[in-house]
């Protein structure tokens, strides 16, 4: 069964310094998400994409973050300079399409701002 | 402001029995309703969804029950196994295609 890969699983940064989180979404998907989790929280909606650009964002997705398509497979999500309140799980997520659609979700990238 | 939330944080279970996991919404104008699953160290997994025009939908060993009326979903799980202990959580899409996700409900299946 096709599935939504990303890497690393873990990332420890400091403070301060920029990182890239990598996502191969499913191949026939158009829509593509980024969640995150801080630990014992709900998932929350950080950014979706498409057609190489952002579609709808939330407040949590300020100007530190961007995301980008660099190629046909990749989608990453950069942090410039990240915050201890960075630190979190980060899911990426695609969909064939957007409403009513089901998404299917990587595995996370577990971030650590020291 | 709109939400989605979970009533129970925790559900204990022994195997074999049947597990109900609730959801209330705020948002009227939700028409898509999801329940992913979340094992540990995992990204959450799509179980089950159900559209605002259907009261009920069943899969294997899971039904979810949308009553619109007092705006609440429910997760049946039939039969519970150790391997089905996760978080829970309910997701609704409404105005804006993007789901939102309530807080979670831990349910501990013992053996």
């Known amino acids: 069964e096709p599935e939504v890969t990303q890497t690393p699983s873990h990332q420890v940064t400091q403070m301060g310094q920029e990182v890239i989180l990598r996502c191969v979404p499913i191949?026939?998907?158009?829509?593509f998400y980024w969640y995150r989790q801080i630990l014992g929280q709900k998932v929350e909606f950080l950014v979706s994409?498409?057609?190489?650009?952002?579609?709808?964002k939330s407040e949590i997705f300020d100007d530190q973050f961007s995301v980008e398509r660099p190629d046909g497979s990749n989608f990453t999500l950069k942090i410039r300079s990240t915050k201890l309140e960075d630190s979190a799980m980060y899911f990426c997520?695609?969909?064939?399409?957007?409403?009513?659609?089901?998404?299917?979700f990587g595995s996370g990238t577990q971030l650590s701002v020291l | 402001g709109e939400s989605v939330g979970l009533h129970l944080p925790t559900l204990s279970v022994q195997e074999g029995d049947n597990s109900i996991i609730n959801c209330a919404y705020s948002?009227?104008?939700?028409?898509?309703f999801i329940w992913y699953k979340q094992e540990s160290g995992k990204g959450p997994q799509f179980i089950i969804d159900i559209r605002s025009n259907m009261d009920k939908r069943q899969g294997q060993r899971v039904t979810v029950l949308l009553n619109k009326t007092v705006k609440h979903l429910s997760l049946q799980i039939a039969a519970t196994q150790p391997g089905d202990s996760a978080v829970y959580f309910c997701?609704?899409?409404?105005?804006?295609?993007?789901?939102?996700f309530g807080r979670g409900t831990s349910l501990i299946v013992h053996p």
């Open positions: 997520a695609s969909s064939r399409r957007d409403v009513n659609e089901k998404l299917f």
């Open positions: 191949s026939n998907h158009l829509y």
């Open positions: 994409f498409y057609n190489n650009e952002i579609s709808e």
């Open positions: 948002n009227s104008a939700s028409d898509y």
């Open positions: 997701a609704e899409t409404g105005g804006s295609y993007i789901p939102t």
